[in-house]
Nanobody, 126 residues
């Protein structure tokens, strides 16, 4: 059974940084594309950042490019999202997701990912 557990969210002021973590178990980690999505109240879930299945490529939403950095530790089955210079529009619940079937054309679509964590909440106040 695949399990994803996020942590690291919190309440911060604009300009602050957070490091979100995702602990994965029950999967062959280096065969899965891993991604972060977020969902703000009343809005659809949106892609934030992710890796290709090989882990050789990283992708970012335009809204976070230059401020967020995704990384992974294959030995520990961990994925991280370093979020710098946080803005109020970054307020959302952040979700870790995994897929063994994603291809480049679908990696930004939530429907591509079969496995999800419970989310960690990030609130950015001005």
């Amino acid at each position: 059974q695949v399990t994803l557990v996020e942590s690291g969210g919190g309440l911060v002021q604009t300009g602050a940084s957070l490091r979100l973590s995702c602990a994965a178990s029950g999967l062959t980690f280096n065969r899965y594309a891993m991604a972060w999505f977020r969902q703000a109240p009343g809005k659809e879930r949106e892609y934030v950042s992710g890796f290709s299945r090989t882990g050789g490529y990283t992708y970012y939403a335009d809204s976070v490019k230059g401020r967020f950095t995704i990384s992974r530790d294959n030995r520990r089955n961990m994925v991280y999202l370093q979020a710098n210079n946080l803005q109020t529009e970054d307020t959302a619940s952040y979700y870790c997701a995994a897929s063994s079937t994603v291809i480049q054309s679908t990696l930004r679509s939530p429907e591509t990912y079969a496995h999800w964590g419970q989310g960690t909440k990030v609130t950015v106040s001005s």
